[in-house]
């Protein structure tokens, strides 16, 4: 993939991570992009500007009131010039500066003042990382429209192990060309996402539910769309932030979910069944909020919902391809095969939602691509990046 002509600019703070940037900066500049470097007062603690200076063949810019170029404002110019502006690392204090719209150096100030796509390569101990602070700042810059690479799991420079190491420059150079030159390999394909789970009434206050905030499916659509798919999305109660650009359907119960799948699935090429339909609803419902019985037991009926998947499977049509998700505690690979063959799926993706990082209500996910023909390990990833690994395994199925 050639960059050559495009316009890049990296933010490099101050983490230990900084020295992985300088590969960033070479493996960009081997594609052919210019890079035009910003390093905080921090970063320069770790690196010289004279590292990047010369990788990039360009000044690298520390300061806010540099005077080199006084003809121009020079953050407004990088804001303007940029392409894609990555930070990497970007750490904690950076991302909540982002988060709150501070700009005090020449870092914030530019990020501030673009317009281009921000791809933010977080870097962090993994209680930083963790911390709820934290977790309310990527949800806001993620609602925003930045894009996000890793964190990867593993040992820490601080002696932790966990989340929190800067992606591969090979993994953030990845997902610049991604956003540069955007694959377009879906164009032409209908699909059909369902995302977020179901909720059944036992009375107008309460009802039977999980823990699905939709992130998973909603990542898928986002994915789809962007490489070129016309997405329909049936999402049921969610968190996550909603993606842009998709018709969207609302429903609360499995059996709206149901009705709507079997409807909209027969002129679907590709169906992706991400959403947690509760697997029970209650056989009584009232219309009116239950009272206490002064001690006495409430005994409830639960009758099955019927089982979606399986119904999209029987009416399966020719070049159609289905998938579906296995969300197990136990007897994983098992459990996901049963299913790949009973509900007749081309692809089931299988996780273990009890393991750290896996499963509901999270960024990340572990899983397994189970097909016919064999299984693909899907180590810890964010979600985002599980989307194209379940993409690109389906449009190995279809053969293209």
């Known amino acids: 993939m050639s960059l050559q002509g495009r316009e890049v600019v990296l933010g490099v703070t101050g983490g230990i991570a900084a020295y992985k940037a300088a590969e960033v900066v070479s493996r960009l500049r081997k594609l052919g992009a210019s890079v035009h470097v910003i390093m905080t007062k921090n970063a320069m603690e770790f690196v010289q500007p004279l590292t990047f200076e010369t990788l990039s063949n360009q000044p690298v810019v520390t300061d806010t009131f540099d005077r080199r170029a006084p ?17 990497a690392p970007a750490t904690a204090n950076i991302l909540a500066k982002m988060a709150c719209g501070i700009a005090d150096d020449m870092l914030s100030t530019t990020l501030l003042a673009t317009k281009a796509p921000i791809l933010v390569a977080p870097a962090m101990n993994t209680g930083m990382w963790t911390a709820e602070a934290t977790r309310q700042n990527m949800a806001t810059l993620r609602a925003r429209g ?13 002696g932790d192990t966990g989340s929190g190491r800067m992606s591969t420059p090979a993994d953030i150079v990845e997902a610049v060309t991604a956003l540069l030159c955007p694959r377009q390999d879906m164009r032409g394909l209908k699909v059909l996402v369902t995302a977020g789970a179901t909720r059944e009434r036992l009375d107008p206050v309460r009802y039977l539910s ?28 969610t968190t996550a932030p909603e993606p842009e650009g998709v ?19 027969p002129d679907m090429d590709i169906v992706i069944q991400a959403a947690a339909p509760a697997d029970y609803r209650f056989a009584h419902p009232s219309a009116q909020k239950l ?33 579906g998700f296995a969300a197990e505690t136990e007897h994983l ?68």
């Open 291 to 323: 009272k206490k019985r002064s001690g006495a037991p409430l005994t409830l009926e639960l009758v099955e919902n019927p089982d979606i998947a399986a119904a999209i499977g029987a009416q399966k049509r020719p070049g159609q391809t289905l998938v």
């Open 71 to 87: 003809w121009e404002v020079e953050h407004i110019a990088l804001a303007k010039r940029a392409e894609v502006f990555v930070v």
């Open 210 to 237: 999980n823990d699905s905030s939709g992130k998973m499916g909603f990542a898928i659509a986002r994915a789809a769309k962007a490489r070129g798919a016309e997405v329909t999305v049936i999402a049921g109660s």
């Open 247 to 265: 018709h969207l359907v609302r429903i609360e119960s499995t059996l709206e979910l149901h009705d709507q799948a079997l409807r909209l699935a």
């Open 146 to 158: 930045v894009h996000v690479v890793g964190p990867d799991a593993g040992f820490l420079a601080c």
């Open 333 to 400: 690979l098992d459990n996901a095969a049963r299913k790949l063959g009973k509900k007749h799926l081309d692809l089931i993706v299988a996780n273990d939602v009890s393991q750290p990082g896996a499963g509901f209500n999270v960024d990340t996910n572990i899983a397994t691509l189970l097909t016919y023909d064999g299984a693909r390990e899907c180590p810890l990833r964010q979600k985002a990046q599980l989307a194209e690994d379940i993409l690109d395994e389906v449009l190995r199925l279809r053969g293209q």
